[in-house]
Structure formats: C-alpha cells, structure tokens
C-alpha cells in the first residue's frame, strides 16, 4: 500500500494553469502506475490521465489531451498534473491514484477500478 497527498488545487479563471502535486509514500513509488482522476457535483469519478512507473507511457483523456500534461519524479515520489488553458467544465475534486501491477494480471488504467490506492483529492475551480 501507499499513501497519496494532493495538493496545488485552488481557484483561477477560465484560461489560466494549475499544477497538481501527488506526494506518495514509501520506497517503491516507481513500481507504481499513478493516475489522475476528477469528480463534479452530482457526476461519476472520470479519467484524466495515467503515467506508467517510469514515465514512458502516458495515456490522457480526449477532453483534457493538448491541455493537460501528467509527469512523475521518482526520486521525489511525485506525481504531477500541469493543467493549462482551463474552462469552466474542469471544475472538480482532483483525485491521485496509484497501483502496483502483479505480473500477468492487466489492468485499464483508464478506469477507477484499475487503481487501489486513493489520495483524499483536492479542489479546482475554474470561473469564467
């Protein structure tokens, strides 16, 4: 298991950039697939993005791709989200997630059930 921290959340107008930080716990972070999730009032946790343990594959949701940019820093057991150009519709409570691959068993990365690790999320809000 791992313990995941957000932070960087806030309020800004449509247009303008936030960076999301994902602080994880223990020794192994690198060995983890970490992904970013959302949810909106009244709306089901959707996908933004996955990054695999050693950053090589990236995966982004259609309605954040040229928007949004997911990296890690394995020797700060970090995780990040740059978000740029910001609208409205990308209000939400900004979940980090992370799990551990066994060998042989796949998993969608796109998916919250792909994850078994939760950080407690943070806030954006964007105004237009």
């Known amino acids: 298991q791992v313990q995941l921290v957000e932070s960087g959340g806030g309020a800004v107008q449509a247009g303008g950039s936030l960076r999301l930080s994902c602080a994880a716990s223990?020794?192994?972070?690198?060995?983890?697939?970490m992904g970013w999730f959302r949810q909106a009032p009244g709306k089901e946790r959707e996908f933004v993005a996955a990054i695999s343990g050693s950053g090589g594959t990236t995966y982004y949701a259609d309605s954040v791709k040229g928007r949004f940019t997911i990296s890690r820093d394995n020797a700060k057991n970090t995780v990040y989200l740059q978000m740029n150009s910001l609208k409205p519709e990308d209000t939400a409570v900004y979940y980090c997630?992370?799990?551990?691959?066994?060998?042989?068993?796949?998993?969608?990365?796109?998916?919250?059930?792909?994850?078994?690790?939760w950080g407690q999320g943070t806030q954006v809000t964007v105004s237009s």
């Open positions: 997630a992370a799990r551990r691959p066994l060998w042989s068993v796949s998993y969608d990365y796109t998916s919250p059930g792909g994850y078994d690790n």
């Open positions: 223990g020794r192994t972070f690198s060995y983890y697939y």
